[in-house]
């Protein structure tokens, strides 16, 4: 069956624009969690969605925003684009025994 | 918050030899799960540990459950170079999975 799919893989912004990130989970899977990693901080949990509502939220400014629609694909939105933002967004779904598939992630460069 | 601090940072092996990494935090976790990160690519899950003392294989992987419950350690017998990566252990944690700081390996033929 069909990984988790992200898109886009790679995506250039400048600071202070808008992006949004997509993610379609494997099918049949609700839950989708999403995470960034930077060399850093490592991966830190962003939120988690569950049958469209979030279920879950890490602790990260309100510029980070996300979303499940009833296909349980999610999209995550980033608002006025931080330097600091610059990472790899990783979106996973999964079962409820926390077998967590990710995706290949989206690479996002702020300028 | 809570963190899982995995040892050691880097490692830079040969071939063939065996390595072993472990994972730390100061809770008790009830599911221990490790995972492995290739370059451009998000983390896979290698094994999945849901029992104090349990140990299980995946090929030449070997993970084990802390007999504390803070604890899990994982390690590869016979390393090739397609074991290069990061390895991360991950647990839930008030209703969402963290991970630990990783470890990356690099395997030289």
């Known amino acids: 069956k069909a990984g988790v799919t992200q898109t886009p893989r790679y995506l250039i912004k400048t600071r202070g624009q808008q992006v949004t990130l997509s993610c379609s989970p494997i099918?049949?899977?609700?839950?989708v969690s999403w995470y960034q990693q930077t060399p850093g901080q490592g991966l830190q949990f962003l939120f988690e969605?569950?049958?469209?509502?979030?279920?879950n939220k890490g602790n990260f400014p309100g510029r980070f925003s996300g979303r499940q629609f009833s296909n349980s694909r999610s999209e995550m939105n980033v608002s006025t684009l931080e330097l600091g933002d610059s990472a790899l967004y990783l979106c996973?779904?999964?079962?409820?025994?926390?077998?967590?598939?990710f995706g290949s992630g989206t690479r996002l460069t702020v300028v | 918050g809570q963190q899982l601090n995995q040892s050691p940072q880097s490692m830079f092996i040969q071939e063939g030899e065996d390595v072993s990494m472990n994972c730390t935090s100061s809770s008790i976790f009830n599911t221990w799960l490790w995972y492995k990160q290739e370059p451009g690519e998000g983390p896979v899950l290698l094994i999945a540990?849901?029992?104090?003392?349990e140990l299980t294989s995946n090929g030449r992987l070997t993970a084990q459950f802390g007999i504390t419950r803070k604890d899990s350690f994982l390690n590869i017998s016979a390393s090739i170079p397609s074991d290069v990566g990061i390895y991360f252990c991950?647990?839930?944690?008030?209703?969402?999975?963290?991970f630990g700081t990783g470890t990356r390996l690099q395997v030289f033929p």
């Open positions: 969605y569950f049958s469209e509502t979030q279920r």
């Open positions: 991950a647990g839930p944690y008030t209703d969402k999975l963290i």
């Open positions: 540990l849901y029992k104090a003392g």
């Open positions: 996973a779904s999964s079962q409820p025994d926390y077998g967590y598939t």
């Open positions: 099918s049949g899977h609700r839950s």
